[in-house]
């Protein structure tokens, strides 16, 4: 769901950019901006138009390109992935009440801004485990794991940094059971647009 969220952003984006850049183009020739005009060029209007353009769109697509590339050089990417810890994928089936591994993959890098924890949320047909750190809290009656990332990443300005971080889970009933599993970051609206950037990929558990 995620992915496809991130799909329709992208082109969505890209036709507001699109659009964008041929309206200030049309603009500019209105009120009179013209490129053949500054390089001499010798034409039927037409080709002066197609020109103009031509070469107003080839300059905004660069500006608008160097602005968007400091815009994402300034905000903190986090990058969530859970992962079947024994084959490195988004899906795991679990038997007959046998334990099993996922992971929790975290990538920060970017510059250090102020974080809420992660969550991750459990069906209660999941019975979870995780090794204790200073930074993991686990809360059975929700079935929630907490990771504070103010804690877990380190205090430099400037962050790159990867951290995983391995939970036993065991199915507690005989039901077959399914359910995406989805890592959650509380931002409000400021941070979302300006200052962090978060992908999360989630793990599709069965119980068979």
């Given amino acids: 769901m995620n992915s496809r969220k991130k799909i329709l952003k992208q082109e969505l984006l890209k036709t507001c950019r699109n659009f964008s850049i041929l309206l200030i183009s049309l603009i500019l020739i209105h009120y009179g901006w013209s490129i053949s005009f500054i390089l001499g060029w010798n034409s039927t209007d037409k080709e002066s138009w197609s020109l103009d353009i031509g070469a107003f769109n080839l300059i905004l697509s660069a500006i608008f390109s160097l602005i968007y590339f400091f815009y994402r050089l300034c905000k903190l990417h986090i990058v969530i ?4 810890k024994k084959e490195n994928s988004n899906s795991i089936t679990l038997v007959n009440q046998k334990n099993d591994q996922i992971c929790v993959k975290i990538q920060i890098i970017g510059r250090r801004k102020k974080l809420a924890p992660i969550i991750i949320y459990f069906p209660d047909w999941l019975d979870v485990q995780v090794k204790r750190q200073s930074y993991i809290e686990f809360y059975q009656d929700e079935n929630k794991c907490m990771i504070d990332l103010e804690q877990l990443i380190t205090k430099q300005k400037n962050i790159n940094q990867t951290r995983l971080i391995t939970l036993d889970i065991i199915n507690n009933t005989d ?25 999360n990929c989630g793990i599709n558990i069965k119980n068979k």
């Fill in 81 to 84: 992935n859970i992962i079947n």
């Fill in 175 to 199: 039901d077959e059971n399914a359910e995406l599993i989805e890592a959650q970051c509380r931002m409000n609206w400021f941070q979302k647009l300006f200052q962090i950037e978060f992908d």
